[in-house]
């Protein structure tokens, strides 16, 4: 998601020619998925580690969009579709309102495995897609883009985009009695995963006031994060900023 100059819907969507995947892509997604995994299995929420392997995760291969999206079908309706790169925010927020995800279907090299300034296909489908097989996590996603997409002045647009990187790109959330890692940004990353959890950073008692009025830089690691109680505190959140349907 981006404030960007207006695009063209050719601009934006693509498809995901699987089959021109090489087999150094594949190996590339074989390490980033057991290097994490490997880690996550202690750190992730519930939610997420039941999502990758109801949509079939694995080692093998770049996912197919076709498979997952067949499974996330069956369970709650959400539709990965393939972008180019950056949308601008009003057309990201009206996708999820329609239960659609845009998703990058590139792959960062070999030069690249810790770190990329643009999400790619390991930050969109191992990071965020997961969750949209809950059906908690399905229905305030979709409910966050029908509240974001009325969002009108600069003021409003600036603090749901805060909230969106808070909860969905960088939330941490309470698991019997530990906390856990489920935004995309902390999944998808050794390093910015490992800091959520260290001394480094404040982990703050989720408050939708306090998320909304709280600044953030996308480039270095995050010094202060919002740990939600649950996913329906989250859905609740979104509910009040919505307002009466
Ligand atoms: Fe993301």
């Not at 699987?18 to 190996?27: F, G, I, K, M």
């Not at 057309?91 to 999820?96: G, T």
């Amino acid at each position: 998601m981006q404030h960007a100059e207006s695009k063209t819907q050719e601009e934006m969507f693509t498809t995901q020619n699987w089959s021109a995947y090489t087999a150094e892509q594949h190996e590339v997604w074989g390490i980033l998925y057991g290097r994490r995994m490997e880690q996550l299995g202690d750190t992730a929420s519930q939610v997420f580690l039941r999502g990758a392997d109801a949509i079939g995760l694995n080692r093998d291969q770049v996912p197919d969009l076709k498979d997952v999206n067949q499974r996330l079908g069956e369970m709650t309706g959400w539709q990965s579709v393939p972008v180019t790169g950056f949308i601008p925010a009003g057309e990201f927020f009206r996708c999820l309102a329609e239960r659609r995800f845009p998703t990058t279907v590139t792959l960062r090299s070999r030069e690249q495995l810790e770190y990329l300034e643009e999400p790619d296909i390991f930050h969109d489908i191992f990071g965020h897609v997961p969750l949209h097989a809950d059906t908690v996590f399905a229905d305030l996603l979709q409910r966050f883009g029908k509240v974001a997409a009325m969002a009108e002045s600069e003021e409003e647009i600036t603090r749901m985009a805060r909230l969106f990187w808070f909860t969905i790109e960088f939330g941490l959330v309470k698991e019997s009695g530990d906390v856990k890692l489920y935004g995309s940004g902390l999944i998808s990353s050794i390093a910015d995963g490992a800091n959520a959890l260290s001394d480094n950073c404040d982990r703050r008692p989720f408050d939708l006031d306090a998320v909304m009025d709280q600044h953030f830089e996308i480039d270095h690691l995050q010094d202060v994060l919002f740990v939600i109680e649950s996913f329906d505190q989250l859905f609740e959140a979104v509910e009040v900023l919505g307002g009466p349907r």
